[in-house]
């Protein structure tokens, strides 16, 4: 069965960090680009950071500097790290793995980062 599910979010304080981890199964990861994408309450998802197959990444500018994806092949999982998080950051994060030009897009059902002192 193709999944994957989203952990590690949670409630932090402005300037603290969270890791988000995507865990994926049922199809050849190390072929798939992978992509974290978030949606705010009342505004659109709206992607955040991806890795592809050769591992270069790319980040929306707003994250630059804050946020980091990786990918472990042998552990099927992708990861943001995420520093110096802001109250703008509270969103609900979500995974998503897709092969442009085919019809393979997989999204997780999310996971929930509130930022709030």
């Known amino acids: 069965q193709v999944q994957l599910v989203e952990s590690g979010g949670g409630l932090v304080q402005p300037g603290g960090s969270l890791r988000l981890t995507c865990a994926a199964s049922g199809f050849t990861f190390s072929n798939v680009a992978m992509r974290w994408y978030r949606q705010a309450p009342g505004k659109e998802r709206e992607l955040v950071a991806g890795?592809?197959?050769?591992?270069?990444?790319t980040y929306a500018d707003v994250v630059k500097g804050r946020f980091t994806i990786s990918r472990d092949n042998d552990e099927k999982k992708v990861y943001l790290e995420m520093n110096n998080l802001k109250p703008e950051d509270t969103a609900t994060y979500y995974c998503r793995a897709a092969v442009i030009g085919t019809p393979f897009d997989v999204w997780g059902p999310g996971t929930q980062v509130t930022v709030n002192s």
């Open positions: 890795i592809n197959v050769a591992h270069i990444t």
